[in-house]
């Protein structure tokens, strides 16, 4: 069976979620309720842009989470998924980590605090982030997947923007639902910085 044969098998024939994850689109919003499929299209979508060599193996794909749950639980349900595709070389979270970086937003921001040698505690990893932002050397990146962007704060949002900085022509898929955000103390009005963030781009929603 082939990598979109097994797609559509493992989204029961759903036409959005199918569209979602084997479109070539090079910017996606993606709105879906709970309960809706969006964390197993974004899980597929992953998977299918690496089975399929949409991304090289020298290519990388960086994936932004709210939880450290959140992240592993994507990178575990990858790794199984994967070998379903044919790729037989990762079948783990371990091996994963050489194609595709999942991490939440404050793991990320450690990582790259921690090669220019700054170490401070978890509270301030984002805002120390922005104010290094200058001696940091953020990656080059080929995809960016973004999970539950409703609840994208200012300073995330700005973290965010150096990503693209970076990396211009990034394609990007932002996974979310307006109705489920959680943090409202930010003043940052979400869905404008997403329209001005991803500029040309396709809307999908799942109903």
């Given amino acids: 069976m082939g990598i979109k044969s097994l797609i559509q098998a493992e989204h029961e024939g759903d036409q959005a979620q199918i569209n979602a994850v084997i479109s070539d689109y090079h910017r996606i919003l993606l709105e879906a309720p709970a309960g809706c499929g969006k964390t197993k299209t974004m899980v597929s979508k992953v998977a299918y842009v690496l089975a399929s060599g949409i991304v090289p193996a020298n290519k990388k794909i960086l994936a932004l989470t709210f939880s450290v749950n959140a992240a592993y639980k994507m990178k575990k349900d990858i790794s199984e998924k994967l070998p379903q595709m044919g790729i037989d070389d990762i079948c783990s979270p371990a091996n994963l980590n050489s194609r595709i970086s999942i991490t939440n937003y404050h793991g990320f921001a450690y990582v790259l605090l921690k090669e220019i040698s700054v170490t401070v505690g978890m509270s301030d990893l984002i805002q120390t982030f922005l104010k290094k932002q200058k001696e940091l050397n953020i990656p080059k990146y080929d995809i960016l997947i973004i999970d539950e962007y409703q609840d994208i704060e200012q300073e995330l949002a700005e973290m965010l923007l150096l990503v693209k900085e970076k990396n211009p022509k990034i394609q990007i898929v932002a996974v979310g639902d307006m109705k489920q955000k959680i943090y409202d103390k930010t003043t940052l009005n979400v869905?404008?910085?997403?329209?001005?963030?991803?500029?040309?781009?396709?809307?999908?929603?799942f109903t």
Wanted: proline letters at 7%.
């Fill in 191 to 205: 869905a404008e910085f997403m329209d001005n963030f991803l500029d040309i781009y396709v809307p999908i929603t």
